[in-house]
Structure formats: structure tokens, C-alpha cells
């Protein structure tokens, strides 16, 4: 895979990368490690009345999280879908009047949106133009602002032994979304044979950041998983979105349930929640 200006070159974005799937998120994707705010809270000290720029926000998940934190909060997101999402997860959570949902591309800040205490990015960052998008954040922080890059733990191995229902069988779904769409990772309207670049330390110090600090907020909780959950996490993903199976998603989903079945015919499966891997990078006054 080769990488030109923070981008694969054998990519370009496009507008469909995750269109269909805000609606399945939050009952789909795992949850961050429960102890995620309260670390971050003790790692930034925000004083309750600065703002939050969310880059890649999605459905708000990690902003509405952090909302009690901030005086407000500014999520971007490109997919309409997402900036719905987050609109309405926020008025029912009563934050809508601190919260504000901007459709744009994290390529297309500042955009006029002022300047921030803290910016996160939440499995996000790899979809971008990255040096672009780290330079301009950073100008966008006071000057003592944070940059916050959070993400699963890569590297974990999380062990199911001694729960209650069989594992997901992730690997037998992963075949089976081959079947129908090929080997290679599918993402929008084009593909990713070797997935998203990482080296995201390079990227955060060659735009002026410094540190940084790691975190690692312990998950392992143990997660009961039915079988609309399991199939809302397939159609949450970018390489698995609704539309990438066009007239065969009933028939796909129909595939998936009966997979699901065989793997665990009580309609029920154990996971236990991943750790969240936090890296804290501070705006350099004495550099750029």
C-alpha cells in the first residue's frame, strides 16, 4: 500500500464509505472501555466550559460522551446520515442546545468554526488526508489545547473463558461477506486490499504536536450479543455497509442469520469489551 500526502493512493474517498449504517451503530459496534470519560477527564482537566471539536464523529458516540466536560461540543462528520444520527441521539440525551453537527469533511476545516480546547478522533483519523487534517486541528487548538487520537487496543486478545454463550464466530462472517463481495476489503465505491495506513505518530509530530501520553482504559467486560446485535455490527461497518450488497442484502442477511444459528442456536453470544488505546498529543508553542 502506498501513501502520499497522509492518503492511500490506491484510494480515493467518496460519499458512500459508510452510507446505511448510522442506524446500525449503536446497536452494533462494541462499546469503548467504560472508564473512558472519567480518564480522560482526569488526563485534560477541561474546566467544564471549553469546547470540543469530534472529527469523524459519526453518531456522536465519543462526543456525547464527553459532553458533560464541555461547555460545548462541535461534531463533523461527511455522511448525513451520521450528522442525523448524532442530532437526535443528543436531544434525547437533553444536549442538544450544547451540541452542534456540522456535514462536512474533516479536509474542509476549519470551516469557520472557531477555535477548541480539545479535538478527538475516534477511529477516524485514517480516513483522511492526514497531514492536512492534523495541521489544520492544530491551528484550530488554543494554545494549550490537546489533541486526543482514541481507538480499540490493537494488539489485545481478549479471552472468553468462563462466559455463557459461544464466542461470535467472526471469522466465518468475514468468509461469508467475501462471498458476496469479494476478497478485498471494499470501501465506498472502491477497495483496500491492505486495509487503512497506520504510523499515526509520525503524522500528529510532523504537524507541531507533542508527547505523546498513552492511555490504555481497561474493557473486558463481559457483553451478551443476540443475533440482531451481531448482524447490526456487519452493517455498521465501512467494508460491510448495507449498500455494498445492492439486491443480495436480503439474501446476504438471510446467510448471516442462518450462520449465526449453527454458532449458537440459544440466539445468544458472549464477548467481553475491548480495552481503549488513548494517545494525548499537546499543540507545541515553541514549534510551528
Not at 473512558?36 to 469530534?54: Q, V
Not at 461477506?177 to 503524522?203: D, F, I, N, S
Request: glycine share 14%.
Amino acid at each position: 500500500m502506498r501513501v502520499v500526502g497522509g492518503v492511500v493512493a490506491s484510494w480515493e474517498w467518496d460519499d458512500t464509505l459508510f452510507s446505511g449504517t448510522a442506524a446500525y451503530y449503536e446497536r452494533g459496534r462494541l462499546p469503548y472501555a467504560p472508564g473512558l470519560a472519567d480518564a480522560l477527564a482526569e488526563a485534560l482537566r477541561p474546566d467544564g466550559k471549553g469546547r470540543l471539536l469530534d472529527v469523524g464523529c459519526g453518531p456522536g458516540t465519543i462526543a456525547l460522551s464527553l459532553a458533560h466536560l464541555f461547555g460545548e461540543i462541535v461534531g463533523v462528520d461527511p455522511d448525513h446520515g451520521m450528522i442525523a444520527e448524532a442530532g437526535r441521539r443528543a436531544a434525547g440525551r437533553g444536549v442538544g442546545q450544547k451540541t452542534r453537527w456540522v456535514r462536512a469533511r474533516a479536509e474542509a476545516l476549519p470551516a469557520g468554526l472557531g477555535t477548541f480546547a480539545v479535538a478527538t478522533f475516534a477511529q477516524s483519523f485514517h480516513w483522511m488526508d492526514r497531514d492536512l487534517v492534523a495541521a489544520t486541528v492544530r491551528d484550530m487548538l488554543q494554545p494549550d489545547g490537546a489533541l486526543v487520537h482514541i481507538s480499540d487496543l490493537k494488539t489485545e486478545h481478549r479471552v472468553l473463558g468462563g462466559l455463557p454463550h459461544p464466542a461470535v464466530p467472526y471469522a466465518a462472517v468475514d468468509d461469508l461477506v467475501k462471498r458476496y463481495l469479494g476478497p478485498a476489503r471494499r470501501a465506498g465505491r472502491g477497495v483496500l486490499p491492505q486495509g487503512t495506513p497506520g504510523g499515526e505518530a509520525e503524522v500528529f509530530a510532523g504537524a507541531g504536536f507533542s508527547g505523546p501520553r498513552r492511555l490504555v482504559v481497561p474493557g473486558g467486560q463481559a457483553l451478551e450479543r443476540t443475533f440482531d446485535d451481531v448482524v447490526a455490527w456487519v452493517f455498521s461497518m465501512s467494508f460491510s455497509a448495507p449498500h455494498l450488497f445492492g439486491a443480495r442484502q436480503e439474501d446476504f442477511e438471510g446467510d448471516l442469520r442462518r450462520l449465526l444459528r449453527e454458532a449458537s442456536p440459544a440466539g445468544r453470544f458472549s464477548e467481553r469489551g475491548p480495552d481503549t488505546e488513548v494517545f494525548v498529543w499537546r499543540k507545541d508553542s515553541s514549534g510551528r
